[in-house]
């Protein structure tokens, strides 16, 4: 039942939380409500109420509405009450504020886990289901949801069982902790001589901490990465690779292992052969062989452009290095990615930017959006902002109300916050502040989300200027805020972005393709001082470096998923986590090489927080590849497309199971292809 609202962008963040709703709130006399009183302890009595008039109804006058419909709006309820003070610890500019907030999200936490396991009220929902209803639709799918959660929560289970599966979990939970902590305090360095970092900015270079000429590297993404595209010494390249895939230690492989065997011991308490048959049966994918079968597929299509890849990359570096006999390793990709779009692609990332200033970008992305779903979005930042009810939290704080041309009803809300501070949550997401959800009544809660982000801030003469990249993002984390907020659920349970893990970045990498469409980005991407469009040959430049490495790319993604798979395929514990890592990375990628002294899987957060769930990225791009297909014969700018994918797709949520809405919208049986097209896999 615990809802997952957070979606991250960025494959590597890693940072899970989940938070929601609206609250209690108090304003004062002058200016905007930039804060919000805590409503945890009132939400938690208000919620222990409505459970308690659950339980005591009898038995002989259970309905769906006083039972399992209750406890539906019960956790809405809750959820409503405090998502939005709980989500302050990511944005609020206030200590204290976030703090608090980061407090009240342990309680809420806690209270989702008691209400999931008590006894009295999954006796009241059993005694409901006993009276065999016939029931249909959203009705029929949240009572089996309801009791499959119950029995994935080991309810049906003996105490002794109960009790020793409550003892692994909350020891998993420790471990988790232990294991993030060694990563947030992760300072490995390596020691180079400036000639070792040949290559590098200089103005990089003279901030590097040192003395005697030896300079102390860091590995954190942004001193990493520029090294390892400019660092023109390959042993360099070398030892910050393997350093880097050294972080978290052997500790953290330890901890790693022992949250495995734990699990392992889970699933099989729990009746499962392993912690992949018990996470995946409720994904889209339904069992590890889904799995294994998707890839068995896959891998041989995408290693057609990795080839093409590897041979590309190959003669790059020889030509770079003057050495015909120079053969490619792992650690000369970024270097080389970066060296071939210099020289041979001629994309000028600078150049590039000036085409798209952040309000252009903003100002094109609602055009598109509101054109292609029948939208209208209403500035309200300065009539219903700041209000108890929606605070702003930061003078850049943005609110805005999401309408149906079709129907003239007001369907949602959201919040964009742009640009970074300190301290505010520094990757790009979307939460969920408040789901979809019909009441008994008729009456309908309708919809909140918020989109944060950090780009550069605009500076006296010169406005925010945002790298292509910046902009894939923007689109990818609005097609999860439009996942929620068009959404038409009925319960909460399966409002907006509720759906199965293995299906939720879809749509959301599905909405990427829009920033590679000349057609889309003709309608705003114009230089921020003349007004020229993006020229043509620019962005078949852009295009064609896109494609540039995509299949190594590939396998490498595939590499994370498929040992994060292996990982959790354990019943009996015993898992050599850093042999597996070593002994697959050849086997799937193009690279003869095997990374033995290293275990990558020491810092790779996504193995402790999203349980077998690694493969879901790749998983659920072929499906956004598959359903871009019909815009992009349609035109991406077809509000007729738009309409008709809002319809079947993103207003469903998970009333349904993903691969029916994907079927039912494509006609079809889903198909690779459009994946392997979007690879840019020449001469096929
Ligand atoms: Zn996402």
């Keep these: 039942m615990l809802k997952h609202t957070l979606i991250i962008a960025a494959l590597l963040a890693g940072t899970p939380a989940c938070v929601s709703i609206n609250g209690a709130v108090n304003a004062t006399a002058a200016g905007p409500v930039t804060t919000i009183d805590n409503p945890m302890t009132d939400a938690i009595a208000k919620a222990n109420a409505s459970v308690a008039a659950i339980v005591a109804i009898p038995d002989k006058d259970r309905t769906f509405d006083n039972t399992v419909g209750a406890i539906d709006d019960l956790l809405a309820t809750f959820e409503y009450r405090v998502s939005l003070f709980i989500f302050m610890s990511n944005v609020h500019p206030d200590a204290a504020v976030r703090e608090e907030s980061q407090a009240a999200e342990e309680k809420y936490n806690n209270f989702l886990i008691e209400v999931t396991k008590r006894e009295d009220l999954y006796k009241a929902v059993k005694a409901y289901a006993a009276t065999n209803p016939k029931l249909e639709g959203e009705q029929k799918r949240l009572l089996e949801f309801t009791l499959r959660d119950y029995r994935r929560a080991g309810m049906d289970l003996t105490p002794e069982k109960r009790a020793r599966l409550t003892e692994v ?36 270079v003279s901030r590097f901490p040192g003395n005697g000429g030896v300079c102390v590297v860091g590995l954190a993404g942004p001193t990493y990465i520029p090294v ?70 896959l891998r041989p299509l995408a290693r057609e ?85 929606r605070p702003l939290w930061h003078p850049d704080v943005k609110l805005y109300e999401v309408w149906d041309k079709a129907t003239g009803k007001m369907l949602g809300e959201f919040y964009l916050d742009m640009y970074p501070r300190e301290n505010k949550y520094s990757h790009a997401a979307q939460w969920g502040l408040q789901q979809h959800k019909v009441w008994g009544n008729g009456k309908v809660t309708t919809p909140l989300a918020a989109l944060v982000c950090n780009f550069t801030k605009p500076t006296e003469g010169k406005p925010s200027l945002l790298q292509h990249s910046e ?19 009925k319960y909460y349970r399966f409002a907006g972005t509720s759906v199965e893990r293995d299906f939720v970045e879809a749509p959301s990498q599905m909405f990427e393709n829009w920033v590679w469409d000349a057609a889309t980005l003709n309608t705003f991407a114009k230089h921020y001082k003349t007004g020229e469009a993006l020229p043509k040959d ?3 430049a852009m295009i064609a470096g896109k494609n540039l490495g995509s299949g190594l790319d590939a396998e ?13 395929r354990t019943s009996d514990g015993k898992v050599d986590t850093t042999k597996i890592a070593t002994d697959l990375y050849p086997e799937i990628t193009m690279y003869t090489f095997r990374p033995e002294g290293t275990y990558y899987q020491a810092s790779f957060g996504h193995l402790m927080h999203y349980n077998a769930g690694y493969y879901g990225y790749m998983w659920s791009k072929v499906f956004a590849c598959d359903m871009a297909r019909r815009f992009k014969e349609l035109g991406m700018l077809s509000p007729e497309a738009g309409k008709y994918y809002r319809q079947k797709v993103i207003s469903q949520g998970g009333t349904k199971d993903a691969m029916d809405l994907l079927k039912d919208y494509l006609g079809r049986e889903p198909k690779l292809d459009a994946f392997v097209e979007d690879l840019g896999l020449k001469g096929k």
């Design 305 to 389: 452009k990795a080839k093409q890849d590897f041979a590309e990359f190959t003669a790059a570096k020889q030509k770079q290095t003057n050495d015909p006999k120079a053969e490619l390793k792992p650690w000369d990709f970024q270097f080389v990615k970066n060296y071939l779009l210099k020289t041979k692609y001629a994309v000028d990332g600078e150049k590039v930017r000036e085409y798209f200033p952040m309000e252009a970008a903003v100002d094109g992305l609602f055009k598109t959006t509101q054109s292609l779903y029948g939208l209208e979005y209403k500035d309200v930042t300065a009539t219903k902002g700041g209000t108890t009810e």
């Design 471 to 489: 902009v894939e993002t923007f689109f990818h984390e609005f097609g999860h805020c439009l996942h929620t907020i068009v959404s038409e659920a």
């Design 556 to 568: 490498n993604q595939f590499y994370y998923a498929l040992t994060d798979l292996k990982y959790e």
């Design 169 to 204: 979990q909350k020891e998993i939970g420790k471990l988790v902790i232990e294991f993030n902590k060694n990563n947030a305090e992760e300072d490995s360095t390596v020691m180079l001589t400036k000639e070792e970092l040949k290559g590098v900015p200089a103005e990089m």
């Design 228 to 297: 390892m595209e400019n660092c023109e010494n390959e042993t360099t390249r070398q030892k910050m690779w393997m350093a880097y895939k050294r972080r978290g230690g052997k500790k953290n492989v330890g901890i790693l292992e022992h949250v495995l065997k734990l699990r392992g011991e889970e699933a099989t308490l729990l009746g499962y052969k392993s912690n992949a048959e018990y996470e995946i049966e409720v994904r889209m994918a339904k069992t590890p062989k889904a799995v294994d079968d998707f890839y068995a597929k």
């Design 538 to 540: 620019l962005l078949q």
